[in-house]
């Protein structure tokens, strides 16, 4: 499956938010992953939907907008509204997850369903006729700059084989570190934040291109 970065426009520094935009699109950067919090699901607040819109009038990079709220139903016209090209609901913020998968998908946009770590995977075999991307946490949800929990790693195959080809994203402390052992487990979209595209050091272009270096040098190693 074709793998993708997409960058957590959150990790990026707010009063420089143009200017990462435009140099990650020009470093080829694949996604822009778009963290939506209303400080109930999660116990922070981040990006919002005027942000999504006034990216989406300087960019052609897909917006990836991940939605950590209660009640997403609420905020679905919204993000839809504002650009979103894929728009990610929490499994555990609905209890109709099949109406709105399919809300989602009547606007044209890509239908992607998130569950948080403790969240089993079994009941998601009723869905994947309405998926096209699962993203599994790989740290609980909210906040950048956290640690993978290790028991990922086995839930990420078992996520690929419950989706067959749909795309399977993970999020949460991904970095040169893990991110081959996550594409290897079968992730094919992989959310970049302050441990990948974002760490301190290097431009967002060098960090991003030494990313995918890491990956493709892996890969091809084997
Ligand atoms: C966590 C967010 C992530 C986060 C990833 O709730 O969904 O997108 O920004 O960044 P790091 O690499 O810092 O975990
Ligand atoms: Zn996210």
Redesign the pocket.
């Known amino acids: 499956m074709k793998v993708r970065i997409s960058a ?1 426009l ?2 990026a520094d707010p009063l420089r938010l143009e200017e990462a935009v435009r140099q990650l699109e020009d470093a080829g950067c694949d996604w822009f ?1 778009i ?1 939506i ?1 209303d400080g109930r699901f ?1 116990p ?1 607040l ?1 990006m919002n939907f005027e942000t999504v819109r006034r990216i989406k009038q300087i960019s052609r990079v897909p917006l990836d907008v ?1 939605l ?1 709220v209660e009640q997403p139903e609420q905020y679905l016209d919204q993000a839809i509204d504002a650009g979103s090209d894929i728009i990610t609901c929490h499994a555990e913020s609905t209890r109709c997850p099949i109406r709105l998968l399919e809300k989602i998908r009547r606007n044209n946009v890509q239908a992607g369903l998130a569950v948080n770590p403790f969240t089993a995977l079994h009941q998601l075999r009723y869905l994947v006729d309405y998926l096209d991307l699962l993203l599994l ?10 640690k ?1 929990i290790a028991a990922m790693h086995a839930k990420i195959g078992e996520a690929r084989s419950l989706v067959g080809g749909i795309n399977l994203a993970v ?5 040169t570190g893990n991110a081959l052992a996550a594409l290897e487990a079968g992730a094919n979209i992989l ?6 595209v ?1 760490k301190k050091g290097g431009s967002l272009a060098q960090n991003l291109r030494q990313f995918r270096e890491s990956l493709d040098y892996g890969r091809s190693g084997r």
């Open positions: 957590s959150m990790c992953h963290d919090m999660v922070n981040a991940h950590m946490m790989t740290v609980e949800p909210g906040f950048a700059g956290q993978f999020d949460g402390n991904i970095s959310v970049a934040g302050t441990s990948a974002f």
